[in-house]
């Protein structure tokens, strides 16, 4: 470990995670706008209704402010792999490229193209070219998503490749594994799905400050009903998701499950803890039998989220770092010796092809080819840069607290949808003038919610970059650590300077809203 400059690690770490937070404030809302304005332009087109044609316009003005500030801090955070991640860069290079590769040339370019023509192409091309264009450029910014979480997903449960001693680098050799990985769609659905909500609050709520305005009444009430409806389909839909991605997380990456739940000793039956406060961080050996303060269980319901079984015994951190042999769990102490192992023979390998001792050379070509050796040496290659096992255990509060915030906020979102739609159909809804507010007070929890996802999935899969295989100290360029923190310093004043920018012109253009304008 005294090989590893911790400065560089911790600072190249925050500034990637800065511009990954800040980018993710932009995305979300693109992904599910997109199509709510294209619903909005379809009833349009089909009705002749200009109303709607207005409406279209007003927020489609809205999603351009967002949409062009969420550009400029996605090119940052590609640029990043590059300077401060050189070394994971060159490790899975041959894995990204294919699908960061169709994630430029063809959903990023179709995006691009068709924003034009839903911009500027209003009365220059036929209704039917321009709702077309406006369709294409929802799917185009959603397929942009599905390309870089296939490729987040890899990281998270990397299958679908080989390992090239000679070059040190992760291949492909199944693109079909890689794109189709369990992980990678059910990631897929759950993020563009929570992002759909994430837009229908955003629709929702200033729609509900012009009632509250006594504003815009017409295209607040008719938003509010896409909003809604929208909104509470996708919720539905996102607890479907998220149940199938915990089921994945706990059969992939069982330290970040246990994490998540605070669950620290393993058990058959195991409760959920649907909300509770942690006592405090300890370590394994030492924790207490009670580690919270307070906890409101689920009997059995952590087993049955996990296994689809409500008696099944689901692993805690302490079964992960030292084993169970009556479960079959392996300790991350026999990991780290097979990961040893596995390491020395790549040193070996690079020594025989210094000294050109070719039957070294083939001998270890074929052991780096058994299936043995890579299922149960290779496999745990990450775990060879570790001394303690400790150290391989994610922030426990902030697993849990992210999760559980997430989760929480998404069981409000739902809520809210079905009230309004409720009030909404008994036509009182602009009298409801506390649900109105909660609904404009709602829209930041709604970020706080997307947010605490992404929190969860990053910090929940550490210390690995690529889970098992690659530890994240490994991942940083060789660069000095003053220069990251220095453009830390600058992405920080950007980022805050184009976050402030967005939000002073969104609240001016709401302020002028669909009249003078939005149009």
Partial sequence: MEQFDFT???????????????????VPLTLGITFIIAIMETIYVKTGNVEWKKIT?????????????????????????????????????????????????????????FIAIMFFGWNKVSKGFHLTATWLTAIGSNLSALWILVANGWMQNPIGMNFNPDTARMEMNNFWEVLFNPNAINKFLHTIYSSYILAAVFVLGISAWYLLKNREAALAKKSILVAAIFGFIFSVLTIGTGDESAREIAKSQPMKFAAMEGLYYGTDHAPLVAAGILKDDPIPENAKKKDFFFEIEIPSALSYMAFLDGDAFVAGIHDLVHGNEEQGIMSYYEKMERGKIARQALTDFKLAKKDNNEAQISKLTAQFEDEDFLNNYFAYFGYSYFDNPHDIIPSVPFSFYSFHIMVVLGGHFLVLFMVVLFFLYKEKLHQMRWLLWLAVWTMPLAYVASESGWIIAEMGRQPWVIQDLMPTMTAVSNIDSNSVIITFALFFITFTALLIAEIKIMLKQIHIGPNEGGH
């Fill in 57 to 113: 316009k007003f927020w489609m003005t809205l999603f351009g402010i967002n949409f062009a500030i969420g550009v400029a801090t996605g090119i940052i955070l590609e640029f990043e792999f590059g300077t401060n991640w050189s070394n994971y860069s060159w490790f899975v290079g041959d894995i990204f490229g294919a699908p960061l590769a169709i994630e430029g040339i063809m959903a990023f370019f179709m995006e691009s193209t």
């Fill in 8 to 26: 560089l690690i911790d600072w190249s770490r925050a500034q990637f995670a800065l511009t990954a937070l800040y980018h993710w404030l932009f």
